[in-house]
């Protein structure tokens, strides 16, 4: 939170205690209750600017031009005991040049990235860093 208000400048921690169930359609907006440590530079009707983290998650992400793609079926390219095997994935967002994947690929397998041309599955390929 920031107060540039008289006296205290600078942004101070504190806790959300209740969000309002409704919203004001016009303005797009709704009230959020914050409770605030008890500081004596803070005074009653002082102007604040609340800012909200929306969390983080993890989340295991391929390569767009890692994942082939026919009709609905989306699979990448896994090494697997030295040979490429086709996995077939389920994928989420894209976030810039990349793809979420919710589910059919493990952290830490390897997958095949850049993919060449006319591989298949079985085909002798070489994990590097």
């Not at 016009?26 to 530079?41: E, F, H, M, Q, T």
């Not at 082939?68 to 490429?84: F, K, M, S, T």
Request: glycine content about 10%; some cysteine; aromatic content about 6%.
């Amino acid at each position: 939170m920031i107060c540039p208000a008289a006296g205290f400048s600078g942004s101070i921690g504190a806790r959300v205690s209740e969000i309002m169930p409704s919203v004001d359609a016009a303005s797009r907006s709704y009230i959020v209750k914050i409770d605030l440590p008890p500081l004596a530079a803070l005074r009653s009707g002082m102007f604040g600017r609340a800012v909200f983290s929306l969390g983080k998650r993890r989340v295991l992400a391929v390569p767009t031009g890692s994942v082939r793609e026919e009709g609905q079926l989306r699979w990448v390219w896994v090494v697997d005991a030295g040979q490429a095997r086709a996995r077939m994935i389920t994928l989420g967002e894209a976030h810039q040049d990349r793809r979420e994947v919710l589910s059919g690929l493990n952290e830490g397998e390897r997958i095949v990235f850049p993919v060449p041309a006319g591989l298949t599955d079985g085909a002798r390929v070489e994990a590097r860093p």
